[in-house]
């Protein structure tokens, strides 16, 4: 592989790998909110989801980066059974 791939290729993994509020990674995901809805809340993270929904509106306080994409990802394929 030449140098010019592997760079690709790392820059295309530092994208999916980073950090994002829980609220933004299933804004940004193409997932249909309904799926998401359902995983999150078989993960155990439907709670946090609400809660940092309703600070990103409100922009009251700063939420702190929890998951990446391909977490999310992870959660949503467990979920589908895909």
């Given at each position: ?24 990674a299933v804004q ?20 946090q989801y609400i ?18 994409d391909t977490e ?11």
């Amino acid at each position: 592989m030449t140098k010019k791939n592997e760079n690709k290729k790392t820059t295309t993994a530092n994208k999916n790998n980073k950090m994002m509020s829980l609220y933004e990674a299933v804004q940004e995901n193409k997932t249909e909110n309904f799926i998401i809805i359902g995983a999150l809340t078989k993960a155990g993270l439907i709670n946090q989801y609400i809660h940092e929904k309703e600070v990103y509106l409100s922009k009251t306080e700063e939420i702190k980066p929890t998951i990446t994409d391909t977490e999310l990802n992870k959660i949503i394929k467990n979920y589908t059974g895909e």
